[in-house]
């Protein structure tokens, strides 16, 4: 059964941390692009961070750029969200997604290259989502 799996929300103080996790089962990550993403309460969903394992290419919004940081354990096969100097604005249910991507030339090919980042993408694969929430 393909699955992926969000973990690592909770609560912390504005300027704390919180690393998420993003397990997946059923297939590889390493042949996969995830991209991370967030939803507040009367928000749109916004694109927070990918990487591509195509191209090794990673991507932040301006937003969390310089306090997060995206890695993936394929050994784990894993993908980590590292969120550091957290803010009452990065409080919201955090989801991942997986898509294999564009196959051409023999193979399959994505990018976070550019600036359109994780949305640019159908995703294949959704977890369910971890909500983060953060105290002033």
């Known amino acids: 059964e393909v699955q992926l799996v969000e973990s690592g929300g909770g609560l912390v103080q504005a300027g704390g941390s919180l690393r998420l996790s993003c397990a997946a089962s059923?297939?590889?990550?390493?042949?996969?692009?995830i991209g991370w993403f967030r939803q507040a309460p009367g928000k749109e969903r916004e694109g927070v961070s990918c990487?591509?394992?195509?191209?090794?290419?990673?991507y932040y919004a301006d937003s969390v750029k310089g306090r997060f940081t995206i890695s993936s354990d394929n050994a784990k096969n894993t993908v980590y969200l590292q969120m550091n100097s957290l803010k009452p604005e990065d409080a919201a249910v955090y989801y991942c997604?997986?898509?294999?991507?564009?196959?051409?030339?023999?193979?399959?090919?994505?990018?976070?290259?550019?600036?359109?980042?994780?949305?640019?993408?159908?995703?294949?694969?959704w977890g369910q989502g971890t909500q983060v929430t953060v105290s002033s």
């Open positions: 059923g297939f590889t990550v390493d042949d996969y692009y």
């Open positions: 990487i591509s394992s195509d191209d090794g290419s990673t």
């Open positions: 997604a997986a898509v294999r991507g564009t196959y051409y030339s023999g193979s399959y090919h994505t990018t976070c290259l550019g600036d359109v980042g994780p949305m640019g993408y159908d995703y294949d694969y």
